[in-house]
């Protein structure tokens, strides 16, 4: 008999999963399909593994330099088998939290890859055989998976970024191939461990898209740490042996060797549409394999909705898991709008960088007047307190209503502090409201505060402030 649930999920990953549990808290029969493990690829093999081991090395850091304040260590070593286990302890005690919270909604997980064969029909492959879901509704959340070519095929020395993030031995040299976040983050992970690090960029600069003030600060503390990073740099060719690899590239129109222990290939995402059997359910894609929606997640299927990787740019696992609540009550009859006037993106390099709403770039080209207001953290007391000092913020602001457009963060906790700007941004918030919020003291989002007041020129603590005549 096929099972018959009001809804099916097709992935686990931060939209299904989450999805999965609005739709039963709103009365839904649910059913979540997943081929792998629960919690998806951010869980179990990007988002959460590697900020882990990026954290451990921030560690190992601290303790290098402990002697600069005063506390006494002998020099570190790193455990590679031991690290890998405890960051295998974090990942398990968040995938059984996973499975505890559908457990505890009545929800229902079928362990296999399904395909659809109908509209509104699912075939099932388990490990006990072929299943079929008949569902009034299906929500895509499949995800996305690394691209692959076929100069740089994935093997024991050609690593995507799920085998970077398992090594159990440290290695002495290791190349990038894409200077994007998950490139960035990974080889600066490597270098603060003592790994001579080399990333390849084809572009101008490094984490293209990123607002390119901070990506100066950043690119400055690779160098710091000992990474040699090439922009508009190509990779062609490479070649591995038992040990190693050697990557031939042009480096600004010069051909060079690099030889390494592993390269890494993070050059982008591709979604995991093929396997669905879109056609037969009759849901459209993009020249890419995107699934192509409208409004929160409606397909060209009115019975099939999709969310995060899936559907397209930017792929962020937080961008999934509001798709995936929308998209739930949507399919629960409930009358919703998808409108994210703020989507915040962190990159956890180091120092950390994070954003939201508009750049300068974009707002001079959607033809928006703005005013903007800096303020380094090498005058942020909290920085100076914990020797964290690199970098700045950046508030954005209509020239004329005041209201506040963007933010970018480059620095410590960059990643904590974008939430408070995105949800200025969301309210419709002023430079001055930002700047009146009495914010506590010392604290780095102070910096924030300062920030909005230097919109005005007006900053108590930071350059360009103004005196009356």
């Known amino acids: 008999m096929p099972r018959t649930p009001d809804l099916c999920v097709i992935g686990?990953?931060?939209?299904?999963?989450?999805?999965?549990?609005?739709?039963?808290?709103?009365?839904?029969?649910?059913?979540?399909?997943?081929?792998?493990?629960?919690?998806?690829?951010?869980?179990?093999?990007?988002?959460?593994?590697?900020?882990?081991?990026?954290?451990?090395?921030?560690?190992?850091?601290?303790?290098?330099?402990?002697?600069?304040?005063?506390?006494?260590?002998?020099?570190?070593?790193?455990?590679?088998?031991?690290l890998q286990a405890w960051k295998s302890g974090v990942v398990k005690k968040l995938t059984l939290g996973v499975a505890s919270l559908l457990k505890q909604q009545n929800i229902e997980v079928l362990a296999g890859e399904g395909a659809f064969t109908g509209p509104k029909t699912l075939s099932v492959k388990t490990a006990s055989g072929v299943e079929e879901v008949q569902a009034r509704h299906f929500l895509l959340a499949a995800g996305a998976r690394p691209v692959q070519l076929a100069p740089f095929p994935f093997g024991e020395r050609v690593l995507s970024a799920k085998e970077a993030l398992e090594l159990s031995v440290l290695p002495k040299r290791l190349v990038v191939l894409g200077?994007?976040?998950?490139?960035?983050?990974?080889?600066?992970?490597?270098a603060k461990l003592g790994v001579q690090v080399t990333l390849l960029e084809?572009?101008?600069?490094?984490?293209?898209?990123t607002?390119?003030?901070?990506?100066?600060?950043?690119?400055?503390?690779?160098?710091?740490?000992?990474?040699?990073?090439?922009?508009?740099?190509?990779?062609?060719?490479?070649?591995?042996?038992?040990?190693?690899?050697?990557?031939?590239?042009?480096?600004?129109?010069?051909?060079?060797?690099?030889?390494?222990?592993?390269?890494l290939v993070c050059i982008g995402m591709r979604p995991n549409s093929e396997a669905l059997g879109l056609d037969k359910a009759g849901v459209k894609t993009d020249a890419k394999g995107f699934v192509?929606?409208?409004?929160?997640?409606?397909?060209?299927?009115?019975?099939?909705?999709?969310?995060?990787?899936?559907?397209?740019?930017?792929?962020?696992?937080?961008?999934?898991?509001?798709?995936?609540?929308?998209?739930?009550?949507?399919?629960?009859?409930?009358?919703?709008?998808?409108?994210?006037?703020?989507?915040p993106a962190a990159i956890f390099t180091s120092p950390e960088i994070a954003a939201v709403g508009m750049t300068e770039?974009?707002?001079?080209?959607?033809?928006?007047?703005?005013?903007?207001?800096?303020?380094?953290?090498q005058a942020s007391g909290r920085a100076l307190s914990t020797g964290e000092t690199e970098g700045f913020?950046?508030?954005?602001?209509?020239?004329?209503?005041?209201?506040?457009l963007g933010c970018q963060v480059v620095g410590p906790e960059a990643s904590n502090l974008i939430a408070e700007v995105a949800l200025a941004i969301e309210m419709g918030a002023t430079a001055?409201?930002?700047?009146?919020?009495?914010?506590?003291?010392?604290?780095?989002?102070?910096?924030?505060?300062?920030?909005?007041?230097?919109v005005h020129g007006m900053a108590i603590h930071g350059p360009g402030s103004k005196a009356a005549k």
């Open 12 to 82: 686990a990953g931060p939209g299904g999963y989450v999805a999965a549990i609005r739709a039963a808290q709103l009365g839904l029969k649910t059913l979540v399909v997943e081929k792998a493990a629960l919690g998806g690829v951010c869980l179990n093999s990007g988002c959460i593994p590697s900020k882990a081991l990026i954290h451990a090395a921030d560690v190992f850091e601290a303790v290098k330099g402990a002697g600069k304040i005063g506390i006494l260590t002998s020099e570190p070593t790193v455990d590679m088998t031991k």
């Open 179 to 190: 200077g994007g976040v998950i490139g960035s983050e990974i080889g600066t992970f490597y």
């Open 202 to 209: 084809m572009l101008d600069q490094i984490l293209p898209g």
């Open 211 to 263: 607002d390119p003030e901070c990506v100066a600060v950043v690119q400055k503390a690779m160098g710091k740490l000992g990474m040699t990073v090439h922009t508009r740099a190509k990779a062609l060719s490479c070649k591995a042996s038992k040990d190693a690899v050697t990557v031939e590239a042009e480096i600004e129109g010069k051909k060079q060797t690099l030889e390494a222990d592993y390269l």
């Open 292 to 343: 192509m929606v409208e409004g929160p997640g409606r397909t060209s299927n009115p019975a099939v909705y999709a969310i995060g990787d899936l559907i397209g740019p930017p792929l962020l696992a937080h961008k999934a898991s509001a798709e995936g609540l929308l998209a739930a009550a949507a399919i629960a009859g409930k009358k919703v709008t998808k409108d994210f006037r703020a989507m």
């Open 361 to 377: 770039a974009q707002a001079k080209a959607a033809g928006r007047e703005v005013k903007v207001g800096r303020f380094p953290f």
């Open 393 to 404: 913020a950046k508030i954005l602001a209509d020239a004329k209503t005041d209201v506040v």
């Open 432 to 454: 001055e409201d930002l700047a009146l919020t009495v914010h506590a003291h010392p604290t780095l989002p102070e910096a924030l505060m300062e920030a909005a007041e230097a």
